[in-house]
């Protein structure tokens, strides 16, 4: 009795591991069928572009510049951890970027592109809907996400990495303005202690939190170590600011070390340059469009005295012309 249950039990953890082993390899060939195909490469100096089938010229491009992008990037993150192998790949719409993600990774499902620090790997997507996206800026700015990961780790909190991202991409954006515009009007900014929670994935919700970051990263790329208009960082002291939080050291010791001030009173400072930026923001759209169709009523008065100049002096033209021919007789019909 004790071998027959001793042969069933043997039997069923035999059934119970091939059927484990046939789900493992069925679940590793359908996400071999999921993944995206990309037979471009093309290799540059440490990078690797893979990119989607008819996407060859646009990948040599990207391959052109993406050392160039990492070299400007590294100059913020001077002595710090930098990547040796990065691997971009480029797909011809952002609904792919999941299929072109590293296994076990999902990319929001909003993105344009998306970096991968702990993997060496950036994608990003020709379009997103019906409109083509800046590809160069996109990967730009994943790459600036990866660079950073790389050097600091999981240190850095998502604020700094957005904004930081934002300002080796720079691209500008109408909306971020009007966000920034109406945070100035309102005063509804969200406390530094809250911002890297309020990053929802949907991104409207988080369009506030984007804005917020890439400002205030802005700002402290600009300021100098003390406060004050006279005092010009020219970057060193934000980049104090990131070694000294690769080393290991709390985000307000950094701030001390590298602005002599902690994050509360530098957000405090941005907070206030805020307002001041961005209160007279819609008095000096105002003042620009009254400006514009004024300058468009010049030009339009001015047409006009030429026009009607120019129809004057065809008439006295006539005139003459009639006085000095003999054959012209007046009209004496009255």
Known sequence: MRSRLAALVVAAAVALFAST???VRVARAQDAVSRLALPVAVRV???????EAGMEALAEQVAGRARAALAAIAEDLPGLPVARWVEIRLVKRAENLARAAPPGRSPPPWAIGVAYPEDGVVIAAFRR???PSDIHSVVTHELAHL??????????????HEGFAYLHSSEFSLDRTSTLTGMAWTGDVIPLAELDRSFPANEDAAARAYAESYDFAAFLARRGRLSGPDDDGNRWPFRRFLASVAGGARLDDAARAAFSADLAQLFDEWRQGLRQRYLMLPVGLF?????????VLL???????????????????EEEAAAADPTTMPDDRS
């Open 299 to 317: 030009v339009l008065a001015f047409l006009r005295k030429r026009r009607l100049g120019r129809a004057t002096l065809a008439r006295w033209a």
């Open 21 to 23: 082993g046939l789900a």
């Open 147 to 160: 660079a950073l990961g790389t050097a600091l780790g999981p240190r850095a909190p998502r604020w700094l």
């Open 129 to 131: 809907g019906p409109v």
């Open 287 to 295: 003042g620009l469009a009254i400006w514009a169709v004024a300058a």
């Open 45 to 51: 100096d440490g990078v690797l572009v893979r990119a």
